[in-house]
């Protein structure tokens, strides 16, 4: 699924009721009705005295919910805070931004384009690894970042969309454009000077209150001069598939509001539709403040140096509730029929990845719901799935998921409900097993498991051209088999199939890594294995052929990625995987490329399934790599500041097409830089940049789930004293080993540490990792010192 088109959804009629009063911007219309008042969450508020107003200009004063509010801006920055406060408390709403257009400083590390697009080697990457850790300015600079050199009219006349609103109860999303519109309501209608394509280019953006998905923009116009334009859909909209929204826009001079218009979805309709008001325009501020508050309350929460980081991860849960109907129902894309169509509703990677980063962050209610949605409504009796094109690696990688949702929640009565299907899941591979021993031992494909590694197989006219066994199909299916069947006793009361699960999952591991050591290249350099055996190509000659959409090796990115997430090769293949991507042309930035047709106009990003391939570097402790994969992810594969992200991004500052999959990589990466588990041991920290403890601010993640529990870390330098202090609070069950790396900051090495006031020696591959003693739930205190 990887289309790189730009698709524009045609505009048709909607058969909707509005629950909204007729004059939309109206108090009711911001209070909703009395049975959502008495719905609505009230904000969680600061206390007064932590906020320091001197300076901020106050806009207005009213009532809300029976209580008194006035509402405060720093208007000296366009990154002043938006506060509103009571009696009780105060609402502080950050307005962080990031330049959309990136920086001044030159592309490509002053490599030519058609250089590092045509090479094999992957130059950039090479170029920001050179010193060990990769430097976060360099990896944000390195590229024009995605929606900077927007092709100023689309063939309607119209910029593309770059981010999007919506609601968790809307079935739809309202697109949001660069200069802030919406396809209902513009600003630029009051302010003209919107119309500026080099002012609107050269904004600023960010979301309100750092996370929430509200747009915010900055247009600068002139020294101390800039339109400040705020957008979010309205929380207590009723309407099924239309979103109504929220919009203020702003004229600041000097650190003055000379001129402030708001409005409420639609322009105005004399005598029937006014503009709205301040007083309903904040209190619909409140409301959807306290809404998604409310909506990511259960999750591990996450302090770091550079506070953005852990507000992208909140954000695409956020993005997530707003992209699925419902907060449930699944999408994998939005606004574009590719791909908010009904047809992708069922593509495996949008269950899959959103399992996986709700389980891992402990948002265990989405995760069940987005679990037994997916077995309930788009998986059959027979275990296949309700959509066109089944990924075979997918169905390993959800048996397993669903073992780990076991672990981690213990719901056992959800998992025999789906009982039957998630059995004729593993039967379906089964199935495909028997008929590969069926073939002859001297076939290629003997023994391992043929079909579609990626869903768009079957669009073409000879969908059988990649019912192949690619080398991910059998290491997924490893996978599953493997993790179902230690879980299937608790599931099922027995041992029931289980037992020939894993007999199977040993003898296709046994015939998986033959294969791959029978196919390895080592005439080449690096040594090369493609990505199923008997390839007389590498993938990068495929795809250079008129016309590689009738090769074989057409969507290799993904069968590589599924290969090395499974964690099923020995380390010295799994190195040599990374090594043969990373030397053969097949990653951009580090990141698993968009495998296709070299060209010497640019170089794609994999946004989606591509983090299988971080999860392999971080097994290896490769963690350079690894921070490269996620500085770039940020910075390359999203937009800057809205935080759209995309299915396949370039180097060359176009504009994504956006999904869900890929939205959920950053969160995955952040929780896995710092808990890990690997086999039965548990990770600390591995992979936490040196620079970031180089700050001396606290690296805190608290109730973070495992396989055997919830942990909590803290870890804060202090660089005069070059001293490290730490917590680390124990699961309730024991891991084998719990690990703690100390990445101590560049150009210093580790000398002592103590785990409550012992001593204990480091070991790994840095001399920094130590093994903690273990006391289910315990505190441990760490100090360490370096120099």
Not at 89 to 114: C, F, M, N
């Amino acid at each position: 699924m990887d289309r790189r088109r730009f698709l524009r959804q045609g505009v048709a009629a909607t058969a909707a009721v509005s629950l909204l009063p007729a004059v939309a911007g109206s108090a009711a219309a911001a209070s909703g009705t009395p049975a959502a008042l008495a719905r609505q969450p009230r904000p969680a508020l600061q206390p007064a005295t932590g906020v320091d107003l001197a300076g901020f200009t106050e806009l207005c004063a009213f009532e809300h919910h029976g209580v008194a509010w006035t509402v405060h801006e720093d208007l000296r920055t366009p990154q002043g805070a938006l506060v509103l406060a009571s009696a009780a408390g105060v609402l502080d709403l950050g307005k962080r931004t990031e330049a959309v257009w990136g920086s001044d400083t030159p592309p490509y590390l002053g490599i030519p384009l058609a250089k590092l697009a045509m090479a094999e080697a992957d130059l950039l990457a090479d170029a920001l690894l050179r010193n060990g850790d990769p430097r976060e300015d360099e990896v944000r600079d390195v590229a024009p970042p995605p929606a900077s050199r927007l092709d100023p009219k689309d063939h309607n006349g119209r910029l593309p969309w770059t981010t999007f609103v919506g609601t968790v109860q809307a079935n739809d999303t309202m697109q949001i454009y660069p200069d802030g519109r919406s396809r209902t309501y513009r600003a630029l209608q009051s302010f003209p000077e919107l119309a500026d394509a080099d002012k609107v280019a050269h904004r600023l953006e960010g979301l309100l209150g750092g996370w929430m998905p509200a747009v915010h923009k900055v247009v600068p116009a002139g020294e101390g001069r800039w339109y400040d334009v705020l957008v979010f859909a309205d929380v207590n909209a009723q309407d099924r598939f239309i979103v109504q929204t929220w919009h203020r826009a702003v004229l600041v001079e000097q650190g003055k509001a000379v001129r402030t218009v708001f409005g409420y979805s639609y322009p105005d309709f004399p005598t029937r539709r006014s503009g709205a008001s301040a007083d309903d325009f904040y209190r619909g501020v409140i409301d959807f403040a306290a809404t998604w508050q409310a909506q990511l309350a259960q999750a591990s929460t996450l302090q770091l140096p550079d506070d953005s980081w852990a507000d992208l991860a909140r954000f695409a849960f956020a993005r997530e509730l707003v992209v699925r109907p419902g907060g449930v129902y699944p999408k994998y894309g939005a606004v574009d029929r590719d791909y908010v169509g009904n047809e992708y509703d069922g593509f495996q990677d949008t269950f899959t990845s959103s399992l996986y980063a709700n389980l891992e962050w402990g948002r265990f209610d989405q995760a069940k719901a987005v679990l037994d949605n997916y077995l309930s409504e788009y998986t059959q009796a027979d275990g296949l799935v309700n959509m066109r094109g089944p990924e075979i690696g997918q169905f390993g990688l959800t048996l397993s998921l669903l073992a780990r949702y076991l672990r981690y929640t213990g719901d056992v009565a959800l998992l025999r409900r789906h009982q039957g299907k998630i059995e004729a899941t593993a039967a379906l591979l089964v199935e495909l097993h028997d008929v590969s021993l069926a073939l002859p031992r001297s076939d290629r494909g003997h023994g391992l498991i043929h079909g579609w590694s990626e869903s768009d197989a079957c669009l073409y006219p000879d969908p059988s051209l990649w019912w192949k066994p690619y080398f991910g199909n059998s290491a997924l299916t490893v996978r599953g088999w493997e993790d179902i069947a230690a879980a299937w006793p608790s599931i099922a009361g027995e041992r029931g199939p289980s037992r020939q699960w894993q007999q199977r999952a040993l003898q296709l591991r046994t015939r998986l890594l033959a294969s791959i050591r029978a196919d390895i290249r080592h005439d080449l350099v690096p040594p090369y294995l493609g990505p199923l055996p008997g390839t007389t190509e590498t993938f990068r000659q495929a795809m250079s052929q008129e016309d590689p959409s009738r090769s074989e090796q057409l969507w290799s990115h993904r069968a590589y990625a599924e290969l090395l997430q499974a964690d099923v090769l020995p380390a010295d293949i799994a190195h040599l995987v990374i090594d043969c991507l990373r030397g053969h042309g097949g990653t951009t930035l580090g990141i698993v490329s968009n495998i296709w047709k070299p060209t010497p106009e640019g170089r794609d990003i994999l946004g989606f399934i591509s983090y299988g391939h971080a999860q392999q570097l971080l097994r290896l402790d490769r963690v350079e790599e690894y921070l490269l994969f996620l500085y770039a992810h940020r910075y390359q594969a999203h937009t800057r500041g809205s935080w759209t992200a995309g299915e396949v991004a370039g180097i060359t500052g176009g504009m994504p097409l956006f999904c869900m999959p890929a939205q959920m990589t950053v969160p995955l990466l952040l929780r896995w830089m710092l808990v890990f588990d690997q086999g039965q041991d548990l990770y600390l920290a591995r992979a936490l940049p040196r620079d970031w403890l180089a700050t001396g601010k606290p690296v805190d993640l608290r109730d973070a789930p495992t396989p055997w529990g919830h942990v909590s870390v803290r870890l804060q330098a202090d660089t005069t004293q070059r001293r490290i202090d730490g917590e680390v609070t124990l699961p309730a069950s024991r891991p084998d080993t719990t690990w703690l790396t100390l990445r101590v900051p560049t150009g210093t090495a580790l000398r002592e540490v103590t785990v409550d006031g012992r001593p204990v020696r480091a070991t790994g591959p840095h001399n920094d990792r130590i093994a903690l003693p273990f006391a289910a739930g315990a505190t441990l205190s760490v100090q360490a010192r370096y120099e």
